[in-house]
């Protein structure tokens, strides 16, 4: 079975564009997280969803976004870009109930803002 | 509100030496805890978690960790280092209790060298 699958796992972009970043689910997996890591923050969530519903959001502004398609697969797009968003975003993904399930993690999108 | 800490950023012991990870937490709610691995430029592994019912749990790679309520504390052990447990380790807790990975607070990580 096919793990967990983001795109693209580098980007370069400049301030005030904006990005999309993907992330495909294990098969069968409803359960979508996203995570940021950097160095002076650490790790972070994001948000979840699950059956296309954002079930929980971390503490990020508005220009983070996020959503799910009917086949699972998620999207995070951050607009008007700002150097601190320089990241590694993490996706993971889970059956259902995450407090029964185990989650997996993809290996990440590296996002450089210049 | 919720919190972890987790007490050192970097830890070395000896291979074949018991490594001992430390993590307390806060939380205003039964917590969930969880510990993740996570390998140099690699992603996050979950190694294991606490949800309900029995404090001590067992994980991968033969780690474990048990919660403990009144010290608020839920460390990670394993009784014999190997030269591959090299990695940062990074506790977290959710206020969950109706499942789903909640909103989720990681503490800043432990680096772990193991010393041939």
């Known amino acids: 079975k096919a793990g967990v699958t983001q795109t693209p796992r580098y980007l370069i972009k400049t301030r005030g564009q904006q990005v999309t970043l993907s992330c495909s689910p294990i098969?069968?997996?409803?359960?979508v997280s996203w995570y940021q890591q950097t160095p002076g923050q650490g790790l972070q969530f994001l948000f979840e969803?699950?059956?296309?519903?954002?079930?929980n959001k971390g503490n990020f502004p508005g220009r983070f976004s996020g959503r799910q398609f009917s086949n699972s697969r998620s999207e995070m797009n951050v607009s008007t870009l700002e150097l601190g968003d320089s990241a590694l975003y993490l996706c993971?993904?889970?059956?259902?109930?995450?407090?029964?399930?185990?989650?997996?993690f993809g290996p990440g999108t590296r996002l450089l803002v210049l | 509100a919720q919190s972890v800490t987790q007490l050192g950023s970097h830890v070395s012991v000896s291979e074949g030496a018991l490594v001992l990870l430390r993590c307390n937490y806060s939380?205003?709610?039964?917590?969930?805890l969880f510990w993740y691995v996570q390998y140099p430029n690699q992603g996050l592994q979950l190694l294991l978690k606490?949800?309900?019912?029995?404090?001590l749990v067992k994980g991968i790679n033969g780690f474990e960790a048990e919660f403990k309520k009144s010290e608020t504390s839920f460390h990670l052990t394993k009784p014999s280092a190997h030269m591959s447990d090299a990695a940062e380790y990074f506790c977290?807790?959710?206020?969950?209790?109706?499942?789903?990975?909640?909103?989720?607070?990681f503490g800043t990580g432990t680096k772990l060298q193991v010393i041939p």
């Open positions: 993971a993904s889970s059956l259902s109930d995450g407090s029964q399930e185990t989650q997996y």
């Open positions: 098969s069968g997996h409803r359960s």
């Open positions: 969803y699950f059956s296309e519903t954002q079930r």
């Open positions: 939380s205003s709610v039964p917590p969930y």
């Open positions: 606490y949800t309900t019912g029995a404090t």
């Open positions: 977290a807790v959710s206020g969950g209790h109706s499942g789903g990975y909640q909103k989720v607070t």
